[in-house]
T-cell receptor, first 112, second 111 residues
Framework: NAGVTQTPKFQVLKTGQSMTLQCAQD?????MSWYRQDPGMGLRLIHY???????DQGEVPNGYNVSRSTTEDFPLRLLSAAPSQTSVYFCASSYETDTEAFFGQGTRLTVV | AQKVTQAQTEISVVEKEDVTLDCVYETRDTTYYLFWYKQPPSGELVFLIR??????QNEISGRYSWNFQKSTSSFNFTITASQVVDSAVYFC????????FGQGTELSVKP
């Protein structure tokens, strides 16, 4: 049972570089989301999706893009990385919005 | 708009003390769900409990208990006889269309 798989676990980027954080789940969950965790700020919602082809903005969407072409995958794209995007990123999935969320192991991203 | 507030940033207790973590939420929805998650030092997020807005009964699970009061928009979490293994960051969350988390409370239990 893989659950929610996030890759990579660690990444260092230079300012201005782009990258994609991958997230895949094998539980046939409809709801998927991305969060960033910063000290003292808790988990802040970046983008979320209630099903394939549907995405919406969360609390802190600026600088990030998402797409949901399949039920299983929900990649997060940083088009032009900035030091303010240094954070730990978590992907989560759940059967529905209001059911238990399962989280990936997190990606620690540093932008220099 | 949805909002979750955990006013206690850090709490430090000595083992065997009882400790209560506060959670206050805001929502215009009449139907919503509340959650608590635990993040131990290893970093993963662990689900603890889910309650819906129509069920105000207190819940007890071993040393853990939860008090949901709709009148004060609070969903507090109490650990009885705390242990060192309870040291973690605890998050309260609210689901109503999307899942929103509070800022988290870092609990340190000292031997």
């Amino acid at each position: 049972n893989a659950g929610v798989t996030q890759t990579p676990k660690f990444q260092v980027l230079k300012t201005g570089q782009s990258m994609t954080l991958q997230c895949a789940q094998d539980m046939n969950h409809e709801y998927m989301s991305w969060y960033r965790q910063d000290p003292g700020m808790g988990l802040r919602l970046i983008h979320y999706s209630v099903g394939a082809g549907i995405t919406d903005q969360g609390e802190v969407p600026n600088g990030y893009n998402v797409s949901r072409s399949t039920t299983e995958d929900f990649p997060l794209r940083l088009l032009s990385a900035a030091p303010s995007q240094t954070s730990v990123y978590f992907c989560a999935s759940s059967y529905e919005t209001d059911t238990e969320a399962f989280f990936g192991q997190g990606t620690r991203l540093t932008v220099v | 708009a949805q909002k979750v507030t955990q006013a206690q940033t850090e709490i430090s207790v000595v083992e065997k003390e009882d400790v209560t973590l506060d959670c206050v939420y805001e929502t215009r929805d009449t139907t919503y769900y509340l959650f608590w998650y635990k993040q131990p030092p290893s970093g993963e997020l662990v689900f603890l409990i889910r309650r819906n807005s129509f069920d105000e009964q207190n819940e007890i699970s071993g040393r853990y208990s939860w008090n949901f009061q709709k009148s004060t928009s609070s969903f507090n979490f109490t650990i009885t006889a705390s242990q060192v293994v309870d040291s973690a960051v605890y998050f309260c969350a609210l689901a109503g269309g999307k899942l929103i988390f509070g800022q988290g409370t870092e609990l340190s239990v000292k031997p």
